[in-house]
């Protein structure tokens, strides 16, 4: 970006050039003879004028269609400047998308992590209430723990694109 930067001031930099050295031609010199020249020296000071009048339309002409073709290189290159910024906006996003993925991701797998250790822990109780309902019944008549049908932990799964939480039944 600084290089197309450094080339459209440099591409400016040409057509000021140019816009100075038009001005300084577009000065009218006439160089005609005053009243006490010959008819002769008039006409040809007229004629002289005249054929260098010519070759200066033909130089300003020249001078206005390079002007012309560095401005519209500029426009090609302001244009180019504005595409690659939104590619580097693109980027920058695509960039930040892929960092705030890995961040969920761990997060994501801590959960799973735990959901493990929470459906272990579960099953431990499970067991343990197993053990003891019978107990539990004769001096109580109750249950000890109920519920265990219905117990779920989150998990976390993808398919590549989308994530889901899914509670998965211990």
Request: charged share 20%; aromatic share 6%; glycine share 2%.
């Amino acid at each position: 970006m600084e290089q197309i930067q450094a080339e459209m001031a440099a591409l400016n930099s040409q057509i000021q050039i140019l816009l100075e050295e038009r001005a300084a031609l577009t000065i009218n010199n006439n160089v005609i003879s005053g009243d006490n020249d010959s008819p002769q020296a008039m006409v040809e000071a007229y004629r002289r004028q005249a054929r260098e009048n010519a070759q200066l339309s033909v130089e300003l002409q020249g001078i206005d269609a390079a002007i012309a073709a560095l401005e519209a290189q500029i426009k090609q290159k302001q244009s180019k400047l504005v595409r690659s910024q939104g590619e580097s906006k693109q980027l920058i996003l695509q960039q930040q998308l892929e960092e705030a993925k890995e961040v969920a991701q761990v997060h994501a797998q801590r959960i799973n992590q735990l959901a493990a250790e929470l459906a272990a822990e579960v099953r431990f109780l499970k067991a343990c209430a197993n053990q003891l309902s019978p107990m539990y019944w004769q001096i109580y008549y109750k249950p000890f723990i109920t519920g265990f049908k219905t117990i779920s932990v989150p998990y976390v799964r993808s398919d590549g694109e989308v994530w889901t939480i899914v509670n998965r039944i211990v």
